[in-house]
């Protein structure tokens, strides 16, 4: 029967090493999986990290396996490609830097062995990601087994399939599940049975014949319901020859329907079921992307607290961990591979590999809704012939191998609507930043009526928004200020527009977490992207964490905003207090400041702000607490000083009807002098963006939906406190056109 162990203790690992070691080498680092070497390079900003070949090596004695007649060395995850060596022969390669493969190495295995893998995260023209805004992580970062197997066994190696695909088929009470498997080296004296067992373990259906696929019934069947119910089955196969199990493989699944509807927005087994949730990446700080499961736990508790019940899990397979995770907690999942950024037309065969792994791996994970066909892909080219081709492939291979789930794309803002590469996917999704990257917050919500109403057939959704924020503060609070007033404020305004939407058919906040992006710095922090509602230490929940809680959740709390915002000039004070409670009564002092109702869940107060005060909020049996005293000047430790720029927006003159720091590059390029004062005094000091190449210009619908305050401090523009007075004061005199 099947056996797999851990090989993650003890390897030899160095850097800049092209080909396998011929003996163990003793004057190496040494290493446990899961590991990264981008660790702390990759989160430190300069988007210098190290990328290049690296080995990792071990020893493995034949004597240390179980008894098996093959072996097949198991990786969860290499980034970006990596290839496996045994006793200096080749054992094979993989293209791809966040799904599993398994190799067969039984002829290669002798009494001593020597393991070698040589990991590559190199910048090349074929495989993806080589442009996008967070860190590559090279290593073998989920681990490594061997799987002890007989030698006629059900295949798991093919784009490591788990051993049988599962696809339920609901009518009304009863479900049908076809259960397909393959068996590899068979003598055609076997039997396969399979069986499907309750969550108690109970049988529930069972088939027993020589065929590799069956359809069993449940009657009745209990339903994967997402949140509310999350109810799981177990596949289990096993392969029989003379009445002796040689192999067995289980898998879980739920049953479920659901549908997207154009116009209502997404239905989960018949009733509305609208997706409102959040992004995520993976990585945390010094570790990377090397994770434990306590860490994959940890993140899904905190996406549970705040009452989301949909993960876009970007820009990549996940670890198995965390799809297991989603099925258990119910929550609804969208899948994508990491095709993204800017189109390689050498990369075609590396979507199609990345599809075909991500869909073979994952078909079995009732969470998951959709497949991703890519991200953002316009971003640096516009639209080419290839780019539709490698797009329309992808398309038709997803609905190949899984025909019961929709396709779906996220689009960057400045893709028209009427792109055709819009047309491709069932499903579409906009990453929109108005608020943050250039416009306005009350953009977002027209914005999607429109495409609504141009193409009332094509569900859309957004798949990203969001806006950085640091340990930054302040009352008077703007767009690209990354205090932590003006996220909250800007969620506040999205979740208006979003949450009445409903023919959203879902809408995914850019990001649970703060994140590594190693070419930025911004903010005040180099290599990080801070749009979390969760800071990267996953140690501090944001107020705009709350504000999502507060709607989506059923957890009663309340929650005063300003938790990090002592030191206050201002006074009155205005603070905010969120909960999914009916009335919040506010003390200062002890003294109540009255009781209020919201039925948007935020409820706004004026607080007499005089020495130093103590709040504390009321709702129901809930109750929290916060201090805030007057001061007579800002605390500079809650103004964003960057390196360069010494400029916060109390600095900068705005006069009505006038352009100014705060006005997108679009629209001040309409007027002449505008355009003019853009080409000499703002553009040839703009640096490249992060991710992006020395010899490579900002795509002008990128540019010009940016303010040029936000570009400055984006790109991290060597412009002075005065260099940006002086451009502010011409831009007062040119007329900002309607």
Same mark, same amino acid.
């Given at each position: 029967?099947?056996?797999?162990?851990?090989?993650?203790?003890?390897?030899?690992?160095?850097?800049?090493?092209?080909?396998?070691?011929?003996?163990?080498?003793?004057?190496?680092?040494?290493?446990?999986?899961?590991?990264?070497?981008?660790?702390?390079?990759?989160?430190? +900003?300069?988007?210098?990290?190290? @990328?290049?070949?690296?080995?990792?090596?071990?020893? !493995?004695?034949?004597?240390?396996?179980?008894?098996?007649?093959?072996?097949?060395?198991?990786?969860?995850?290499?980034?970006?490609?990596?290839?496996?060596?045994?006793?200096? &022969?080749?054992?094979?390669?993989?293209?791809?830097?966040?799904?599993?493969? =398994?190799?067969?190495?039984?002829?290669? !295995?002798?009494?001593?062995?020597?393991?070698?893998?040589?990991?590559?995260?190199?910048?090349?023209?074929?495989? %993806?990601?080589?442009?996008?805004?967070?860190?590559?992580?090279?290593?073998?970062? @989920?681990?490594?087994?061997?799987?002890?197997?007989?030698?006629?066994?059900?295949?798991?190696?093919?784009?490591?399939?788990?051993?049988?695909?599962?696809?339920?088929?609901?009518?009304?009470?009863?479900?049908?599940? @076809?259960?397909?498997? &393959?068996?590899?080296?068979?003598?055609?004296?076997?039997?396969? =049975?399979?069986?499907?067992?309750?969550?108690?373990?109970?049988?529930?259906?069972?088939?027993? +014949?020589?065929?590799?696929?069956?359809?069993?019934?449940?009657?009745?069947?209990?339903?994967?319901?997402? =949140?509310?119910?999350?109810?799981?089955?177990?596949?289990?196969?096993?392969?029989?020859?003379?009445?002796?199990?040689?192999?067995?493989?289980?898998?879980?699944?739920?049953?479920?329907?659901?549908?997207?509807?154009?116009?209502?927005?997404?239905?989960?087994?018949?009733?509305?079921?609208?997706?409102?949730?959040?992004?995520?990446? /993976?990585?945390?700080?010094?570790? $990377?992307?090397?994770?434990?499961?306590?860490?994959?736990?940890?993140?899904?508790?905190?996406?549970?607290?705040? $009452?989301?019940? *949909?993960?876009?899990?970007?820009?990549?397979?996940?670890?198995?961990?965390?799809?297991?995770?989603?099925?258990?907690?119910?929550?609804?999942?969208?899948?994508?591979?990491?095709?993204?950024?800017?189109?390689?037309?050498?990369?075609?065969?590396?979507?199609?590999?990345?599809?075909?792994?991500?869909?073979?791996?994952?078909?079995?994970?009732?969470?998951?809704?959709?497949?991703?066909?890519?991200?953002?892909?316009?971003?640096?080219?516009?639209? *080419?012939?290839?780019?539709?081709?490698?797009?329309?492939?992808?398309?038709?291979?997803?609905?190949?191998?899984?025909?019961?789930?929709?396709?779906?794309?996220?689009?960057?803002?400045?893709?028209?609507?009427?792109?055709?590469?819009? &047309?491709?996917?069932?499903?579409?999704?906009?990453?929109?930043?108005?608020?943050?990257?250039?416009?306005? *917050?009350?953009?977002?919500?027209?914005?999607?009526?429109?495409?609504? /109403?141009?193409?009332?057939?094509?569900?859309?959704?957004?798949?990203?928004? $969001?806006?950085?924020?640091?340990?930054?503060?302040?009352?008077?609070?703007?767009?690209?200020?990354?205090?932590?007033?003006? /996220?909250?404020? %800007?969620?506040?305004?999205?979740?208006?527009? !979003?949450?009445?939407?409903?023919?959203?058919?879902?809408?995914?906040?850019?990001?649970?977490?703060?994140?590594?992006?190693?070419?930025?710095?911004?903010?005040?922090?180099?290599?990080?992207?801070?749009?979390?509602?969760?800071?990267?230490?996953?140690?501090?929940?944001?107020?705009?964490?709350?504000?999502?809680?507060?709607?989506?959740?059923?957890?009663?709390?309340?929650?005063?905003?300003?938790? @990090?915002?002592?030191?206050?000039?201002?006074?009155?004070?205005?603070?905010?207090?969120?909960?999914?409670?009916?009335?919040?009564?506010?003390?200062?002092?002890?003294?109540?400041?009255?009781?209020?109702?919201?039925?948007?869940?935020?409820?706004?107060?004026?607080?007499?702000?005089?020495?130093?005060?103590?709040?504390?909020?009321?709702? +129901?049996?809930?109750?929290?607490?916060?201090?805030?005293?007057?001061?007579?000047?800002?605390?500079?430790?809650?103004?964003?000083?960057?390196?360069?720029?010494?400029?916060?927006?109390?600095?900068?003159?705005? #006069?009505?009807?006038?352009?100014?720091? $705060?006005?997108?590059? +679009?629209?001040?390029? &309409?007027?002449?002098?505008?355009?003019?004062?853009?080409?000499?005094? #703002?553009?040839?000091?703009?640096?490249?963006?992060?991710?992006?190449?020395?010899?490579?210009?900002?795509?002008?619908?990128?540019?010009?939906?940016?303010?040029?305050?936000?570009?400055?401090?984006?790109?991290?523009?060597?412009? *002075?406190?005065?260099?940006?007075?002086?451009?502010?004061?011409?831009?007062?005199?040119?007329?900002?056109?309607?």
């Amino acid at each position: 029967m099947r056996t797999t162990i851990s090989l993650n203790r003890k390897w030899a690992f160095r850097k800049n090493v092209a080909s396998p070691p011929e003996a163990m080498p003793r004057d190496w680092d040494y290493v446990n999986l899961p590991h990264t070497w981008n660790g702390i390079d990759g989160q430190d +900003g300069g988007g210098d990290f190290w @990328r290049g070949t690296a080995c990792y090596v071990r020893e !493995l004695a034949r004597e240390d396996l179980p008894e098996a007649e093959a072996y097949l060395l198991d990786f969860p995850a290499a980034n970006a490609s990596a290839r496996v060596y045994v006793n200096g &022969r080749e054992a094979g390669c993989h293209e791809g830097g966040y799904s599993g493969f =398994r190799l067969d190495v039984t002829s290669l !295995l002798e009494e001593k062995n020597l393991l070698c893998v040589l990991v590559d995260n190199s910048k090349n023209d074929r495989i %993806y990601p080589q442009v996008a805004d967070f860190t590559f992580y090279g290593g073998l970062y @989920r681990g490594a087994g061997m799987i002890c197997v007989s030698r006629t066994r059900l295949d798991t190696e093919d784009h490591a399939f788990p051993g049988v695909h599962v696809t339920p088929s609901l009518q009304g009470n009863s479900a049908q599940v @076809r259960l397909r498997t &393959r068996v590899l080296h068979g003598t055609g004296h076997e039997k396969i =049975r399979f069986r499907i067992l309750d969550r108690e373990n109970r049988e529930a259906a069972m088939a027993c +014949g020589t065929e590799e696929e069956v359809t069993l019934t449940l009657n009745p069947v209990h339903r994967w319901n997402g =949140r509310k119910d999350p109810y799981l089955y177990t596949a289990e196969v096993t392969l029989y020859r003379d009445g002796k199990a040689l192999d067995q493989v289980q898998t879980r699944f739920g049953c479920r329907e659901y549908r997207i509807d154009p116009e209502k927005g997404f239905f989960l087994n018949g009733e509305s079921y609208p997706l409102r949730g959040v992004c995520r990446h /993976q990585d945390r700080p010094e570790i $990377g992307n090397a994770l434990l499961p306590c860490h994959h736990r940890e993140d899904m508790d905190l996406i549970d607290e705040v $009452g989301a019940n *949909t993960i876009r899990l970007a820009h990549y397979q996940h670890s198995q961990v965390f799809y297991d995770l989603c099925d258990e907690r119910g929550l609804i999942v969208w899948a994508e591979i990491p095709y993204i950024s800017a189109h390689m037309d050498n990369g075609w065969d590396n979507t199609v590999s990345q599809m075909t792994d991500l869909i073979c791996q994952n078909y079995n994970h009732p969470s998951i809704v959709v497949w991703g066909l890519s991200n953002e892909i316009t971003m640096v080219t516009p639209t *080419t012939e290839k780019m539709l081709e490698n797009h329309r492939a992808l398309n038709d291979l997803a609905h190949r191998l899984d025909p019961t789930r929709p396709t779906v794309m996220a689009c960057v803002s400045m893709c028209s609507i009427d792109d055709p590469i819009v &047309r491709i996917p069932d499903v579409v999704s906009y990453n929109l930043y108005f608020g943050w990257y250039g416009g306005k *917050t009350d953009m977002n919500g027209p914005w999607l009526d429109t495409f609504h /109403q141009k193409y009332p057939d094509t569900p859309i959704g957004i798949s990203e928004y $969001g806006a950085d924020s640091l340990n930054w503060h302040a009352a008077r609070t703007h767009a690209g200020d990354y205090t932590e007033e003006y /996220q909250a404020w %800007y969620h506040e305004q999205l979740i208006l527009q !979003l949450y009445t939407r409903p023919f959203l058919w879902a809408t995914h906040v850019w990001n649970m977490f703060d994140f590594a992006a190693d070419g930025r710095n911004e903010g005040g922090e180099a290599g990080v992207n801070h749009k979390g509602l969760v800071t990267f230490d996953r140690k501090y929940r944001k107020d705009a964490f709350y504000a999502y809680k507060a709607w989506l959740s059923d957890e009663k709390f309340v929650h005063i905003c300003g938790r @990090r915002y002592v030191d206050r000039v201002e006074n009155p004070a205005s603070v905010t207090v969120y909960s999914n409670m009916p009335e919040v009564e506010l003390f200062a002092n002890g003294v109540s400041l009255g009781v209020k109702t919201a039925e948007d869940h935020f409820f706004r107060f004026q607080v007499p702000n005089e020495g130093e005060t103590i709040l504390r909020a009321m709702a +129901g049996s809930c109750e929290d607490e916060i201090r805030i005293r007057h001061v007579e000047e800002p605390n500079p430790a809650y103004i964003l000083q960057e390196k360069g720029v010494v400029l916060n927006w109390t600095d900068i003159t705005e #006069i009505d009807g006038f352009c100014s720091l $705060g006005t997108t590059i +679009g629209d001040i390029v &309409r007027h002449p002098e505008g355009q003019k004062l853009v080409q000499d005094m #703002i553009l040839p000091r703009i640096p490249p963006m992060p991710g992006r190449g020395k010899d490579e210009s900002i795509p002008a619908s990128f540019l010009n939906s940016m303010t040029v305050m936000r570009l400055v401090r984006m790109t991290q523009a060597p412009f *002075t406190r005065e260099d940006l007075l002086e451009i502010n004061a011409r831009l007062n005199t040119i007329p900002l056109d309607s």
